[in-house]
């Protein structure tokens, strides 16, 4: 009897060890690229990022890292995400083009390791979304002002290298009255983003407040799906490239001007674009994709 009151207090004991918890490293980081399949997915700065594709919820998979991409506290229940390229952290909305629904989510992570998926939802914000088990047509807006803004206040970030301008005395001349048929100039209030509120932690580093778990509702669209591939410099070597393959050539406008894309379908079912879209990698063109119009 003694032994086994013993054993028991014990287990009290060992049930009863404090848990290390995790401790946020949040920093701001682009990274390098990485490889799903044959796809090749190569991260940079896009603080304009706009975007179609399909969105599927993030697997919750046993013995991950506790920490996301950029540092944080891995959550299923925050309105966070991942995504291939962009910098992280970054927030944008997305808008669940079969059901109307959106949200504002914070990218985290890199993701999704599914082959022609733009992007992971946090179980919170899938379901907010209404995306259930099955891949669903998204558009993403990033909101520029918010995630330049992450950037130039966390760690790793961008450092901007700001020259002194020199000093200048401003005059100002009182106008009595504006001359008959001159332009009248309204003035402009300025504007400034709301500043993000971070929290420093025992180990020296800081955490970012969650984001509101709330959606719109907004209308649904409708949309087919096209599998592009990489963006061409010259409109003539795309044209080339699309009449080998049956496909068509569109402009596409990136950070670095306009370019040109290789577009092939339109499909009816993601079924018949994932199926398209690993034909091209097979072909070698690693950085084909699936778009919704």
Same mark, same amino acid.
């Given at each position: 009897?003694?032994? !086994?009151?013993? !054993?028991?207090?014990?287990?009290?004991?060992?049930?009863?060890?404090?848990?290390?918890?995790?401790?946020?490293?949040?920093?701001?980081?682009?990274?390098?690229?990485?490889?799903?399949?044959?796809?090749?997915?190569?991260?940079? #700065?896009?603080?304009?990022?706009?975007?179609?594709?399909?969105? /599927?919820?993030?697997? #919750?998979?046993?013995g991950?890292?506790?920490? =996301?991409?950029?540092?944080?506290?891995r959550?299923?229940?925050?309105?966070?995400?991942? %995504?291939?390229t962009?910098?992280?952290? !970054?927030?944008?909305?997305?808008?669940?083009?079969?059901?109307?629904?959106e /949200?504002?989510?914070?990218?985290?992570?890199?993701?999704?390791? @599914?082959?022609?998926?733009?992007?992971?939802?946090?179980?919170?914000?899938?379901?907010l979304?209404?995306?259930?088990?099955?891949?669903?047509?998204?558009?993403?807006?990033?909101? @520029?002002? =918010?995630?330049?803004?992450?950037?130039?206040?966390?760690?790793? *970030?961008?450092?901007?290298?700001?020259?002194?301008?020199p000093? @200048?005395?401003?005059?100002?001349?009182?106008?009595?009255a504006?001359?008959?048929?001159?332009?009248?100039?309204?003035?402009?209030?300025?504007?400034?983003?709301?500043?993000?509120?971070?929290?420093?932690?025992?180990?020296?580093?800081?955490?970012?407040?969650?984001l509101?778990?709330?959606?719109?509702?907004?209308?649904?669209?409708?949309?087919q799906?096209?599998?592009?591939?990489?963006?061409?410099t010259s409109?003539? =070597?795309?044209?080339? @490239?699309? !009449?080998r393959?049956?496909?068509?050539?569109?402009?596409?406008?990136?950070?670095?001007?306009?370019?040109w894309?290789?577009?092939?379908?339109?499909?009816?079912?993601?079924?018949?674009?994932?199926?398209?879209?690993k034909?091209?990698?097979?072909? *070698?063109? =690693?950085?084909? %994709?699936? /778009?919704? #119009?």
């Amino acid at each position: 009897m003694k032994k !086994a009151v013993l !054993a028991c207090c014990l287990g009290v004991v060992a049930c009863s060890r404090p848990v290390t918890k995790v401790q946020p490293a949040v920093h701001y980081v682009v990274g390098s690229g990485w490889q799903v399949g044959n796809a090749w997915f190569y991260p940079r #700065e896009n603080f304009s990022y706009q975007a179609t594709g399909l969105a /599927v919820r993030q697997k #919750e998979e046993k013995g991950s890292s506790p920490l =996301t991409a950029d540092g944080e506290v891995r959550d299923a229940m925050t309105m966070t995400g991942s %995504h291939p390229t962009l910098q992280l952290p !970054a927030v944008v909305t997305v808008f669940n083009m079969d059901n109307g629904r959106e /949200v504002t989510i914070r990218l985290n992570d890199r993701g999704p390791k @599914e082959v022609g998926r733009v992007l992971g939802l946090s179980r919170k914000a899938a379901d907010l979304l209404g995306i259930g088990p099955n891949p669903a047509r998204v558009r993403i807006v990033e909101d @520029e002002n =918010t995630s330049r803004q992450l950037a130039e206040i966390l760690p790793g *970030g961008p450092v901007l290298q700001i020259n002194t301008a020199p000093l @200048e005395t401003v005059a100002q001349t009182q106008l009595d009255a504006p001359v008959a048929g001159a332009r009248v100039g309204r003035a402009v209030p300025s504007v400034q983003s709301a500043s993000i509120a971070t929290t420093p932690t025992n180990a020296g580093g800081v955490t970012l407040p969650d984001l509101p778990a709330q959606w719109r509702q907004g209308s649904p669209v409708g949309g087919q799906f096209w599998v592009e591939t990489t963006d061409f410099t010259s409109r003539y =070597t795309a044209a080339r @490239e699309a !009449a080998r393959e049956g496909a068509t050539v569109v402009p596409s406008f990136t950070q670095q001007g306009k370019m040109w894309a290789v577009r092939h379908g339109p499909f009816a079912t993601i079924s018949e674009a994932d199926a398209a879209l690993k034909r091209s990698l097979a072909d *070698g063109l =690693t950085g084909s %994709h699936i /778009v919704v #119009e």
